[in-house]
């Protein structure tokens, strides 16, 4: 059974790119445009890895990682932020929140593959 990924993103070319680039690396995927859904999409049937913005509506990244995070059930997510603000301060707060991985936009798709893979222990030794 393939692993499974969330994509969310509030910007629905960035969701559509992740998308394509996720399932041809092998990777099931499904898609949330807020931070409310992305929480949803969680409780529903929770995935391998979460690719989470930042910048977004109703829950923003931080809030969702955080929530998260606050789950026992959840630990052994993998969240992956993705966002425009690639400050170190916003590096930190993320990681602080429990990120497992932050990558600035605009991104190395390959880049990303290769996070995703790491994290997950997909990586061909």
């Known amino acids: 059974m393939a692993r499974s990924i969330l994509v969310v993103d509030d910007e629905p070319n960035i969701v559509l790119s992740l998308e ?3 399932k041809q690396a092998g ?3 499904r898609t949330a445009y807020d931070g409310e859904a992305a ?3 969680v409780r529903q049937a929770t995935p391998d890895l979460v690719l989470l913005d930042i910048n977004m509506p ?3 990244g931080y809030e969702v990682c955080a929530a998260l ?3 026992a059930e959840w630990n052994g997510l993998r969240i992956v932020m993705l966002t425009a603000k690639g400050r170190d301060v916003e590096r930190e707060k993320g990681l602080a929140m429990g ?3 932050y990558v600035t936009k ?3 798709t390959q880049e990303v593959i290769s996070k995703v893979k790491e994290l997950l222990g ?4």
């Open 58 to 60: 109703k829950l923003n």
């Open 99 to 101: 990120a497992d991985e």
């Open 106 to 108: 605009p991104f190395a």
């Open 69 to 71: 995070r606050s789950r």
């Open 122 to 125: 997909d990586v061909a030794a």
């Open 27 to 29: 990777y099931a995927v």
């Open 39 to 41: 929480l949803e999409a």
């Open 20 to 22: 394509f680039l996720m």
